[in-house]
């Protein structure tokens, strides 16, 4: 079985819809994230969950909001979508480890894109 | 910013050749990891050097890491093709659990 599972895998859409990307980690990690690697393949943290509990929040846009049901799953549901929002955003999740920021485990990544 | 920056950004080489990548980071750490990323997949994570460890091997993979310097090396031997891939290095700087990536570097292993 996959360990951290996204869905869809593929994702072509409008500007100005909204679309949500979910995932799954069967793994008992308590911390899940969401990283946007874009097209020069630059991988950049947005979010951080621990527990359902927001750890981490960069400098996303608020159309970007994350939502932890529980804590083997994290979603993300983007308004208003933008031509900028074309990439690939991967969910990962850890478990907890000496000094935080411990081994990440990856999804396959979701590909979207906005036409 | 404090994206890990590493070369080459690519790299060519031909099969049974040694590979190394270089890595380099601008705060204290208190691991740093690399992990491979094939065409279009997610990231594998490879290997895990503490702040305290200066070397690390596994299988093929040797890693060094010299905190004085804030950098870190890669070194994969007796390449293969199936080693095509780009290679990331990530730092965890306290931060809670947040890793910051690196920009890659784009290897190639020439059958």
């Known amino acids: 079985d996959t360990a951290v599972s996204q869905t869809p895998k593929y994702l072509v859409t409008q500007m100005g819809n909204d679309k949500s990307i979910k995932c799954e980690q069967n793994?008992?990690?308590?911390?899940m994230y969401w990283y946007k690697q874009d097209s020069k393949k630059f991988l950049k943290i947005m979010f951080s969950?621990?527990?359902?509990?927001?750890?981490i929040n960069e400098t996303v846009p608020n159309r970007f909001s994350p939502k932890s049901p529980d804590k083997a799953h994290l979603n993300l549901h983007i308004n208003s979508l933008e031509l900028g929002d074309s990439a690939v955003y991967f969910c990962?999740?850890?478990?907890?480890?000496f000094g935080g920021g411990e081994t990440q485990y990856f999804g396959p990544g979701t590909r979207l894109l906005v036409l | 910013s404090q994206q890990g920056e590493e070369d080459p950004q690519a790299l060519s080489i031909q099969e049974g050749e040694n590979a190394t990548m270089n890595c380099s980071y601008k705060?204290?750490?208190?691991?740093l990891q690399w992990y491979r990323q094939n065409s279009g997949r997610g990231l594998v994570h490879l290997i895990l050097?503490?702040?305290?460890?200066r070397e690390k091997h596994s299988g093929r993979l040797r890693v060094t890491l010299d905190t004085s310097k804030k950098s870190s090396s890669l070194l994969i031997t007796a390449s293969r093709a199936a080693d095509t891939a780009s290679y990331f290095c990530a730092h965890n700087s306290g931060g809670y659990q947040k890793v910051t990536f690196g920009t890659g570097t784009k290897l190639q292993v020439i059958p």
């Open positions: 705060t204290s750490i208190n691991n």
């Open positions: 969950y621990n527990n359902k509990e927001l750890i």
């Open positions: 793994l008992g990690h308590d911390t």
């Open positions: 050097i503490r702040s305290n460890e």
């Open positions: 990962a999740s850890s478990a907890p480890g």
